[in-house]
């Protein structure tokens, strides 16, 4: 299996469950479910990232 190269960004627009829940300061079950919540699931094959967009514009709207 090949290893997937890392390259840093200064804006991501899909991040995977450990840079989401680093990103919301939660364990990876909680990031999850947020991320399912709000609709930002994307299935690439295996691999499972979440839209930073919709994950944001999810708890602006929850913050109203």
Do not use: F, W
């Amino acid at each position: 299996m090949n290893k997937t190269l890392v390259r840093e960004s200064k804006e991501q627009i899909t991040v995977d469950i450990e840079k989401l829940s680093a990103m919301l300061s939660c364990g990876r079950a909680t990031a999850r479910k947020i991320g399912e919540q709000a609709e930002a699931r994307i299935c690439i094959g295996r691999r499972v990232l979440y839209s930073v967009d919709k994950v944001k514009q999810y708890l602006c709207n929850l913050s109203e």
